[in-house]
Nanobody, 124 residues
Framework: QVQLVESGGGLVQTGGSLRLSCATS????????LGWFRQAPGQERQFVAA????????YYADSVKGRFTISRDNAKNTVYLQMNSLKSEDTAVYSC?????????????????WGQGTQVTVSS
């Protein structure tokens, strides 16, 4: 069982930055593709970014491309989401996810393990 724990959320003004982290104690973490997803109140879960095990395959949603950066440190069993130039529409609960496969995916339905989420609120 893979347990994921997010941190780094909070309240930030428009144009500001936040760095989310997602840590796991799983020794198999380094082989898993990882993704970040978000869900705003009343909306469906939305793909944000995903990265494969050696970071040579990375995908971003168009809405965050150029502003967000996903990265991972397999030695620390941690994946990061650096969020810059934040907008009010980025306000959501952000969750990280891992899938027990080899191919990175953008559909949340293909991920097997989820964190509890961390709230990001961008105020104008």
């Amino acid at each position: 069982q893979v347990q994921l724990v997010e941190s780094g959320g909070g309240l930030v003004q428009t144009g500001g930055s936040l760095r989310l982290s997602c840590a796991t104690s799983s020794r198999t973490f380094s082989r898993y593709p990882l993704g970040w997803f978000r869900q705003a109140p009343g909306q469906e879960r939305q793909f944000v970014a995903a990265i494969n095990w050696d970071a040579d395959s990375i995908y971003y949603a168009d809405s965050v491309k150029g502003r967000f950066t996903i990265s991972r440190d397999n030695a620390k069993n941690t994946v990061y989401l650096q969020m810059n130039s934040l907008k009010s529409e980025d306000t959501a609960v952000y969750s990280c996810a891992a899938r027990s496969g080899t191919v990175v995916q953008i559909s949340g339905k293909l991920y097997d393990y989820w964190g509890q989420g961390t709230q990001v609120t961008v105020s104008s």
